[in-house]
């Protein structure tokens, strides 16, 4: 008798390749060291394939993650992570149109701002981060996760458990369940639907308050989702 | 000595009189029962005094909850919640400008549409409703919280412990804290400071992807903040 399927049952995820495009960066390389720890083949990639390499390297032999340019790394990986800083996110996609066709593209940008009061949202024309990666990559399947990961945490080996629930949005059910299962790859962490693409402004934006809850409380705020 | 302020600390609102604006509503009739529990005086509001107290009546009489217009709801409450319909929030405010003078007002309305596909947040030109309420009383200290509250947990019975933190927003800190230790006289919850009141839009608007995430789970999903 097949088991009846239910909203918190997760595919299988072990086995897939992760590239983290922008995984120079604090996040990226938090996400890549933590996918690693679980097992996961991983690449980070970079404008530059010795950045790539060097961060990489910097996150320990024993994990074995892999250095390359940003195109490799798209090209090697199952799923496709896009952490890149919002002010290239346009351009890096459009040069990958044809590297990341078919493939699951997760992007976890959050376009903000800062100033003397602090963060706060930028207007995004497509709506959000995540609606311009879809805009851009008609032929791909676009998901928005990971948004509100503290990379500090993500780095800290003394973290074994990260207290925080992944969102994941987007309109394809099966790459949205991919995704909530790669977020449960990370010790601690919950993959949980959160909404449709075109709700994905939001979930970006609230970085900015999870940025005044740190400020105003020093901590590593992150989300749970109660009842769920 | 005196002890040390820390961003936990909350001043004692245990007197206040809390008025509850559109509180014929299951939001606003939730938020009256859990304050009236708590032994706040309450005062229900409304566009019909007699409508105001048949909702104040429904809650219980032993609750003593009174019912108003809503001038005079905004006349008789030392806090003033903001529970209208997205569509009267405008006019609502409008026409009480010199009952809530000097008074904080605490939106939690969220501006949504639904169609085929689920909710969906509204543009607003002010960028939020928290901000169209600021723009609308200059002379009122506004706050926006209690956006993610379940109507359906408030109004249970069954249920002593809400498990949910409520983001409380704002510019002016004494005002924020009196409303945090407000959503504290609710059991089971925290008032956490969620940042300025520019950044409220992205907390209504995130009503969007807890619906989703009940539709999706049929859970009555709400937020905690983890590491505060």
Known sequence: M?????????????GLTVAVLGGTGDQGRGLARRFALA????????????????????????LGVAGADNAEAARRGD?????????GHRALLES?????????????????GFDAKGPYA???????????AEAVLPDSRVVAAFHHVSAVVLLDPEVDEVDLDVLVLGDDREATDIV????ARIGGVRGVYG???????????????????????????GLRITDV
């Open 122 to 132: 930028l207007p995004v024309e497509e709506g959000s981060a995540a609606q311009q």
């Open 180 to 183: 909530r299962a790669l977020a």
């Open 195 to 221: 909404g449709r693409l075109r709700n994905a402004h939001q979930v970006e934006a609230f970085t900015a308050n999870l940025i005044a809850v740190n400020r105003r409380y020093k901590a590593h705020a």
């Open 2 to 14: 097949a088991e009846q399927r239910t909203p918190h049952d997760l595919p299988d995820v072990s």
């Open 96 to 112: 990958l149109r044809a590297e990341l066709a078919g493939k699951i593209v997760v992007d976890c940008v959050n376009p903000l």
């Open 39 to 62: 097992g996961h083949s991983v690449v980070i990639g970079s404008r530059s394939a010795e950045r790539a390499a060097a961060a990489a390297a910097e996150l320990g032999a024993d």
């Open 79 to 87: 799923i496709v992570i896009v952490a890149v800083p919002w002010d």
